[in-house]
Every structure is written in C-alpha cells, then in structure tokens.
C-alpha cells in the first residue's frame, strides 16, 4: 500500500463534517500524531467532530471568495469535498459547487499550494450506458445538473493544471458508503478504506492532471481504472467485504443509475411536453 509514501506538509480537507471529509480527516489526523504531515486545517460549513493538537478547524462557507484565500494560504494540498452531494436546485448547487472550487482554485494559485485533490463523481459521466466500459479518457457525459457542477470542477482542474503550477486529481467516486446495499453497488461500490487509499495516491504521486475512478475492486465495473493504478492506487476491498446483505434489486440503463432517468428538480414542463430521459 502507498500510505507510507511522503505527504505534503501541510493540508486542507474541505467538506471535513461529511461522510468521506470525515474518514479523510480521521486518517491525517492520525498522520499528524504520527509526524507523516505537520499541519491539518480542517474545514466545513458546518461543525467538525474531530481536533487535536495541530488541527485547526475553520466553520465557514467555502462560497465566499475571502473564506477560501483564508482556507488555502499556507496550505501545501488541497483534499476538496465540500459541497452539496447529489442532485439539487442551481441556488444551492450553484455556491457550494461552482464558486467554492472557482474561489479554492484561485486561492490555490496565489498561496503556491502543490495540489488539488477534487472529489468528482460518477454523474459527471453517468449517461455512459452501463455495457461499456470506460477510462478515465471518457469526456464528461452528465446525467444531472449535479454531475455538471463535477464535469465544471475537472475541467477547472484541468485548465488550472495546464496555465498554473497547481496540480489537479480528480476522483470520479462511484458509490463510497459504509457498505453497499444496492445491486448497483457491484459496479460502482468503493469503501472507506480504498478511499482513503485513493487520497494518499493523489496527495504523494507525481502527475500534472489525472483522473481517476473511486471504486473498490469490484469484478465486473463499469470502469478500466488503469490510469489510478499506474499511479499506485491498489484498491484491497472485494464484494466479499463490503457486501453483508441482501442487494436492493437494482437495475438501469446508464452508469448514473436513477440520476439518468429522474427529472430535473423544480422545472416541471407543461402538460404534454414531458418527455422519458431515456437518451
Ligand atoms: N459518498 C459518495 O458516494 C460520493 C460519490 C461521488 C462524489 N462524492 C463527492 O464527494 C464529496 C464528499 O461526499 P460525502 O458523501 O462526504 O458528502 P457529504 O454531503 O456528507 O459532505 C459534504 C460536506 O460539504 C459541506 N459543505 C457543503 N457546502 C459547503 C460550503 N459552501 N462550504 C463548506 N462546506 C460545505 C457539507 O456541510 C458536508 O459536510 C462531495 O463533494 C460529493 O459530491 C461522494
């Protein structure tokens, strides 16, 4: 495993009060107590569980341009999770998904931090139809306004890697849970754990701009994820650990599974111009 690789000195994690900010979290600040990384700035709109000696932890919205030259100033990597995570109205997609990564990447540039981690999803290619299969060259191929606020976030990336010094990595995360639960999570499932691994390859690997799919090792996914592997991501969980149950009985036509079909929320056509989304 790459965990023993060299870190930055000192990191950000956005979105710490979250699901994945947490684990995340969790684990630097464990690599902190260990001497691994010497500063921790943790950061959330919302308050964070976890602190210790040498985390500072910040509440405030990423939104506003001051708070994210704040968050970046003296900040050698960026672990960006904060956000709204799944489909919602442009008023609340539009500042936590749009200006933040805009202010951060900015912020970035000024402050000389090294990195930018982005946590991407499978929605910014979820109408990709679920028999092909594709790497992480696919173009984007949204399949809701919340998959374009992630399709926006690599391109940001991608234009910051190739005109700034910043690095960009950006995880297309599939499904990262305490476990899977759904048939759908055979394909796109990823652990905590292999998430984690997934960060220390793009906080320690040496890249300009790569992309990357989260997902465990799963035998039949939706994606060749060589292009993490090369890069050392050695994903260690199977089905046999993560699934403990019985699967809800899934079954879609595209990568985004219900993200493809369901409607765009609060625009509702007028009677007779509704149409399937099936593409
Ligand atoms: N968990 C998954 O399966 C999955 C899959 C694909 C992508 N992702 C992405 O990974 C990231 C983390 O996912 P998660 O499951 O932990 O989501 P989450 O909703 O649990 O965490 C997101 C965090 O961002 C914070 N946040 C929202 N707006 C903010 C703002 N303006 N300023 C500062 N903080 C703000 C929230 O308070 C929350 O704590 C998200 O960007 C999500 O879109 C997650």
């Not at 990595?169 to 652990?191: D, E, K, L, N, V």
């Not at 994606?223 to 890069?231: E, V």
């Not at 994903?235 to 899934?250: C, I, N, S």
């Not at 990568?255 to 079909?261: D, L, R």
Request: glycine share 8%; hydrophobic share 40%.
């Amino acid at each position: 495993m790459s965990e023993k690789k060299p870190l930055p000195r000192s990191i950000l994690v956005t979105g710490a009060a979250g699901r994945l900010g947490h684990q995340v979290s969790d684990h630097l600040v464990q690599a902190l107590r260990d001497g691994r990384i010497s500063r921790l700035r943790l950061l959330d709109i919302e308050p964070t569980a976890l602190s210790g000696p040498g985390v500072e932890v910040v509440q405030t919205s990423l939104a506003g341009r001051e708070a994210a030259f704040a968050a970046a100033e003296s900040m050698d990597a960026i672990v960006h999770l904060a956000g709204v995570s799944s489909e919602n109205e442009w008023e609340n997609l539009v500042p936590a998904n749009l200006a933040a990564i805009a202010h951060l990447y900015d912020a970035a540039v000024v402050h000389g931090v090294d990195r930018v981690l982005f946590a991407s999803s499978n929605h910014a290619i979820g109408f990709y139809p679920v028999t092909q299969r594709i790497d992480h060259t696919a173009p984007g191929l949204v399949d809701s306004r919340y998959g374009l606020t992630k399709l926006f976030g690599e391109e940001l990336a991608r234009l910051y890697a190739t005109k700034t010094p910043v690095r960009g990595f950006c995880m297309r995360i599939g499904s990262c849970f305490p476990a899977a639960t759904a048939a759908r999570h055979m394909y796109t499932y990823q652990s905590f754990a292999d998430f984690i691994r997934l960060v220390e390859v793009g906080l320690s690997a040496d890249y300009r701009f790569e992309i990357v799919y989260g997902v465990s090792d799963v035998p039949d996914g939706y994606w060749d994820n060589s292009n993490a592997f090369r890069l050392g991501y050695q994903p260690a969980d199977k089905p046999e650990d993560f699934v403990f149950g019985e699967l809800e009985p899934t079954q879609y036509d595209f990568q985004g599974g219900s993200f493809a079909t369901d409607p765009l929320p609060g625009v509702t056509p007028p009677p007779g111009r509704l149409r399937d989304s099936g593409r």
